[in-house]
């Protein structure tokens, strides 16, 4: 099973920045789908940006135009740059990886976005 790492997370104000890293195992990680994730208490888990072995990357709406997903993968690390954030943003955010039929989550990192 892959294993994911993120870090990253943190407190930030209203319109700081932070980017999110998530490290994974496997020697194929170019082939993996990788996305980030984010869940409030009460919430159920939403995508936020995926992107794919190739580079193909969607977002959810509510995070267009503010975040970036990318990935090195001599690294084997995927990111997600998080500009412009706002309160709404606060919550765990998970990295995921789809690989064949598998799926894999990372254990999650807070963001708090609080003045």
């Known amino acids: 099973q892959v294993q994911l790492v993120e870090s990253g997370g943190g407190l930030v104000q209203p319109g700081g920045s932070l980017r999110l890293s998530c490290a994974a195992s496997g020697s194929i990680f170019s082939i993996y789908v990788m996305g980030w994730y984010r869940q409030v208490p009460g919430k159920q888990r939403e995508l936020v940006a995926r992107i794919t072995g190739d580079g193909m990357t969607n977002y959810a709406d509510s995070v267009k135009g503010r975040f970036t997903i990318s990935r090195d993968n001599a690294k084997n690390t995927v990111y997600l740059q998080m500009n412009s954030l706002q309160p709404e943003d606060t919550a765990v955010y998970y990295c995921?990886?789809?690989?064949?039929?598998?799926?894999?989550w990372g254990q999650g990192t807070q963001v708090t976005v609080s003045s």
């Open positions: 995921n990886a789809v690989y064949f039929t598998a799926t894999s």
